[in-house]
């Protein structure tokens, strides 16, 4: 029997018939092999994130500039009022950016979607360089954010469709890391380097990401939506290193099953998004992840860094103090990546949403101790950095980073686009709220209270994802789907 199968297998056509499901991972094994590395696959996912980088740049720049914006003494300083629309604007360009990004995804593709939507990026940075009032501030960060929500949507899809099974987690997981990396960059930069040599070498990143990025394959699955089936199987060799089609064409076919049955129910994209159970399941983890993400203050501790460190009267230089949480965060999206297809899922999102929880509630606890029974807190000013670096931590493994990760994992090939759209809108939405509303609730609760709210945000969003989301590690995007879906069958074609 085995010898029929290996003859069978040398001899196989294009056109021959694929083996029953059952038995394709074993003669997979039979029939292929052909070892290949997945070393490319790296490669690809942290070209892309480049765009990631420089959208955390964007993200991360109001906390060392907006100081120095603010300032009385800098020409043509804003007011507080004008820097929180500074910071909000950004995710109102998110959210457009979301909405125009679908159009392009299953169009020109991801690479190229990708590509062009670093330009906004280029756009914002210069508009900041040589802008010469708030008007202009208002018109980079609007542009920017554009750019971001955009490449947002677009880099979830890209790392979900280029990763094996094994490995996508872990792929997944380079969205946050990308984004905590942006933000040290500039906020290093921003602690030792005057305001315009920030802006000029922030210039940098956008570029280097179209010059690196412009080399890398496009996802087979575009391929197979183009009825491309050469060019995916293509794809997929490069993004194996292998040379036998014959090795990856199983895997094709069962792609290409899972996009054609996409293609079947593809009418109104909206309607089938919510349509089946699983998409309306997958839908409702898509928004309670981004609102646990956005409502514990994610958008706040980014773009308010150093003005919270330079509240608790720490002894060290609040610049710094942001640079050392940059870090901090940074080993933690290495960890996270290290762990997230080792551990799974639901177990980091537990850990990591009730650790946040406590963690915002010592930085409320230490500004109760001082505003509100106005203690002397000298000796304990290291608590707010201490519990705000934790938080980072903790949030980068699980409810900062596996929104990326699901957003990739949990929809369909005919709906990915507009509903990862709708994620990166919905997330955006819920950040520019909260960015607006932060001054406001310090106003009129205390800084106390708005830590406070934002770490029981956090406790019941937590809860809430844990006990709906099922656990994806391991398993390949047309399992999950079945997961969601048990009703629904994807059968390869005879």
């Not at 690809?44 to 720049?61: E, F, N, Y």
């Not at 909405?99 to 991801?110: A, H, K, Q, T, Y």
């Not at 014959?246 to 089938?272: P, Q, T, Y």
């Not at 106003?443 to 406070?452: N, R, V």
Request: proline share 3%.
């Amino acid at each position: 029997m085995r010898l029929l199968n290996f003859f069978s297998c040398s001899a196989r056509s294009e056109n021959d018939i694929v083996p029953e499901k059952g038995n394709k991972e074993i003669e997979s094994q039979r029939c292929a092999p052909e070892k290949g590395s997945q070393w490319l696959q790296f490669i690809a996912a942290i070209s892309a994130c480049l765009a990631v980088i420089a959208c955390g740049g964007h993200l991360g720049w109001t906390s060392p500039a907006l100081p120095h914006l603010t300032d009385p003494s800098t020409q043509g300083s804003i007011t507080k009022s004008q820097g929180s629309w500074v910071v909000t604007l950004y995710t109102v360009g998110a959210i457009i950016g979301s909405l125009i990004s679908p159009v392009s995804i299953d169009r020109i593709g991801r690479k190229y979607s990708l590509l062009i939507l670093a330009f906004p990026q280029l756009v914002g940075w210069c508009l900041i360089i040589f802008g010469s009032n708030v008007k202009m501030l208002y018109a980079a960060r609007l542009i920017a954010g554009i750019g971001h929500g955009g490449i947002y949507n677009v880099t979830v899809i890209y790392l979900a469709e280029i990763a094996d099974k094994n490995i996508r987690g872990a792929l997944g997981t380079f969205l946050k890391m990308s984004t905590n990396v942006g933000t040290l960059f500039v906020t290093a930069i921003g602690a030792y380097l005057p305001y315009w040599q920030l802006n000029l070498i922030s210039l940098s990143i956008p570029l280097l990401f179209i010059i690196v990025f412009v080399f890398m394959p496009e996802t087979p699955y575009f391929y197979l939506i183009r009825n491309r089936v050469a060019d995916a199987e293509e794809s997929l060799m490069v993004l194996r290193r292998l040379k036998n089609r014959e090795s990856v064409r199983e895997d094709i076919e069962v792609m290409r099953s899972a996009v054609e049955e996409g293609k079947r129910s593809k009418k109104n994209l909206f309607l089938e998004l919510v349509r089946t159970r699983g998409n309306r399941r997958a839908l409702l983890i898509l928004l309670g992840l981004k609102a646990t993400q956005q409502f514990s203050g994610h958008i706040v501790v980014v773009a308010y860094t150093q003005e919270i460190f330079a509240q608790s009267g720490s002894a060290l230089p609040a610049a710094q103090a942001v640079v050392v949480l940059g870090v901090f965060q940074l080993i933690a999206g290495i960890l996270a990546a290290a762990l997230v297809d080792r551990l799974g899922r639901r177990i980091l999102m537990l850990t990591s949403g009730l650790s946040s929880s406590i963690a915002l509630i010592a930085v409320g606890v230490f500004f109760f101790l001082k505003y509100k029974l106005q203690m002397d807190v000298s000796s304990i000013t290291w608590l707010p950095i201490v519990a705000l670096i934790a938080y980072d931590v903790m949030e980068v493994f699980g409810i900062g980073t596996l929104p990326y990760v699901l957003l990739g994992e949990l929809f369909p090939t005919n709906v990915k686009g507009t509903a990862v759209g709708s994620g990166i809108l919905v997330g955006a939405a819920f950040a520019t709220l909260v960015g607006l509303s932060f001054q406001a609730m310090n106003s009129a609760f205390g800084i106390h209270w708005t830590f406070w709210i934002f770490a029981i945000c956090c406790t019941l969003g937590t809860l809430f994802v844990y006990f709906i989301t099922p656990e994806t590690k391991g398993k390949s995007l047309e399992e999950i789907q079945q997961e969601l879906n048990p009703k629904k069958k994807f059968t390869s074609k005879h």
